[in-house]
């Protein structure tokens, strides 16, 4: 479970809440811009995964131990992070950033794939739904610890120079030069390298099965579950429905805050505050999504939550500093801001319990020996669109950032993030056809 509290900083920090949007605000040069270049660096990286996962997945079920993967990727992301602090406003050469954040997404993201594949092992299926929503909900309490300790001692805005708290940054972090931002990269990494710690201690791994002929049996293993898949219903509805729908849930985490800073003009601070406020609603999500889980099967509750963010989802692309679901209002209302905090509440919630039934959901459709594999295609399943969605959007942005349609930068992003929209409901339609138990 403290793996899932030391890689949500990951999330909450970097992609999301804090340097995410610094990158958009500050280094970038606009908005528009700043979700274009975010979409391809994250995209990038969720590429890597896609190509290297089912591979690599069926390596380690062949021979054995997951920890030696966790610990190789583990490194890769942890040197990216700290990486991030060199990434100054107004970096002329933005490429050294992007690498950067790409191989942050492949390693982080990454090492969660043989952490995933370690918890069957763990617990009776019966048991398995409770702590994944246990431990996905430990994740979001990290991940809004440490949001709050970046927001309330690191990061400042430059034009008060305090944080959250309304302190001065600890450790001499000059607001101006946004030291703070860019030190969320690094506290990032050694929040991971602490916490990492006690997985790597108690948790017990496979044993060694073989040394000699692992990877050819890992291919051969491969090979033959794609050439099973298509005849698998279930199991390949749940691969193609879950592409859609993580994808998706993925964008809005990448977007939303650099969505908030470019649309509604929100600072740090204020992103901080939906941040925080996403990660509370997560935690509890996942924990009584677990619940739900245990009692009804994973499929009811990934079905409900991609109804509420489906709900989120328009709730955002409605929402400006003019209007709230497409309708005018007065300028000075804080209504707009009200409707995005609601609806970051409702994405934390049903994303949390959505991710979480998804690791048992999965665990269903996979024979038991097949298990790092399964994670690995799983992880290929949610990568595939990974890149796809972001690139997507990426490309929406720029499409409509063109001065042939005299579009303003804002309304460029709105209609930058109507993909997500519709992967959510692609993957909605596939779910019938997925199978679930509930094992005594």
Known sequence: MFFDWAQQPFHTLVLTFVFGPYFAAAVASDSAR?????????GIGGLLIALSSPVLGAIADASGPRKPWIFALSTIGVLACSALWFATP????????????ALGVFGMEFAAVFNNAMMPNLVPRSELGRLSGSAWGLGYVGGLVSLVLVLGLMAATPETGGTLLGLEPILGLDPAAREGDRASGPFTALWYVVFVLPMFLFTPDQPRRRTVGAVREGLRRLGATLRRLPSERSYFSFLISSMLYRDALNALYIFGGIYAAGVLGWSTTQIGIFGIIAAATGAVGAWAGGRVD????PKTVVTASILILVLSCLMVI???????????LDAASPLPNVIFFVAGGLIGAAGGAIQASSRTLLVDQVPHGHIAEGFGLYALSGKATTFIGP?????ATGYFSNAAFSFSPETAQRLGVTPILALFVLGLI???MIRSRVEP
């Not at 002329?92 to 690498?99: A, D, K, Q, S, Y």
């Open 34 to 42: 700043g979700q274009e270049l975010w979409g391809l660096a994250t």
């Open 90 to 101: 107004d970096t002329e050469n933005l490429t050294f950033v992007l690498i950067a954040v």
């Open 294 to 297: 245990q009692a009804f099967g």
């Open 318 to 328: 409605s929402t400006t500093p003019e209007e709230i679901f497409f309708m005018p």
């Open 391 to 395: 690139l997507a959007v990426a490309a």
């Open 430 to 432: 596939l779910l019938p």
